[in-house]
T-cell receptor, first 112, second 115 residues
Framework: TQLLEQSPQFLSIQEGENLTVYCNSSSVFSSLQWYRQEPGEGPVLLVTVVTGGEVKKLKRLTFQFGDARKDSSLHITAAQPGDTGLYLCAGSRGTSYGKLTFGQGTILTVHP | DAGVIQSPRHEVTEMGQEVTLRCKPISGHNSLFWYRQTMMRGLELLIYFNNNVPIDDSGMPEDRFSAKMPNASFSTLKIQPSEPRDSAVYFC?????????????FGAGTRLSVL
């Protein structure tokens, strides 16, 4: 059973297009993180959201945490080939040890 | 800091052989996590340690898998005997707390192929 469902699984777009990746769960998380992973490397943290309804911006990336803290979205404006990679959402239940539950990931390919 | 260091980066072995994966966490981090990543199952948490003590090993698939953390700067994940279905990329991550949040830093992974 996947506690965090990401959609879509695959996304292939042209440079300059906008896109949104979704991360949904039936469970409440105390915080949610988004990671980006490139081939041959480990995931790298992009952002952490902790408050219901929170919106964070990182250049062309906008992250939102749902009001009920069960879902999140990642929106990329004017995608570039450098955005290509695997995007993973990961939720924390607030344990002191920081255990994360990861979604399956979204493979994004941006064509020049 | 060099980040989380994993070795080897690639491992090819035959079914039945013992495999040992190694991880050096970032200095000062007190939590360490072992993950396995496959296309079918995504990124799965196998086991994690806090202050060198195993906290939760419920993700370890079978008794063939074992992990140790003898000190704060070293951990191993061992598979004995290995099977073809163990083929995957294994990641180690370490973490610390900032502003009440845990941030995990991942190594580059070990790509394991069991023939």
């Amino acid at each position: 059973t996947q506690l965090l469902e990401q959609s879509p699984q695959f996304l292939s777009i042209q440079e300059g297009e906008n896109l949104t990746v979704y991360c949904n769960s039936s469970s409440v998380f105390s915080s949610l993180q988004w990671y980006r992973q490139e081939p041959g490397e480990g995931p790298v943290l992009l952002v952490t959201v902790v408050t219901g309804g929170e919106v964070k911006k990182l250049k062309r990336l906008t992250f939102q945490f749902g009001d009920a803290r069960k879902d999140s979205s990642l929106h990329i404006t004017a995608a570039q080939p450098g955005d290509t990679g695997l995007y993973l959402c990961a939720g924390s239940r607030g344990t002191s040890y920081g255990k994360l539950t990861f979604g399956q990931g979204t493979i994004l390919t941006v064509h020049p | 800091d060099a980040g989380v260091i994993q070795s080897p980066r690639h491992e090819v072995t035959e079914m039945g052989q013992e495999v040992t994966l190694r991880c050096k966490p970032i200095s000062g981090h007190n939590s360490l996590f072992w993950y396995r990543q496959t296309m079918m199952r995504g990124l799965e948490l196998l086991i994690y340690f806090n202050n060198n003590v195993p906290i939760d090993d419920s993700g370890m698939p079978e008794d063939r898998f074992s992990a140790k953390m003898p000190n704060a700067s070293f951990s191993t994940l061992k598979i004995q005997p290995s099977e073809p279905r163990d083929s995957a990329v294994y990641f180690c991550a370490s973490s610390f707390t900032t502003s009440g949040l845990r941030i995990q830093y991942f190594g580059a992974g070990t790509r394991l192929s069991v023939l």
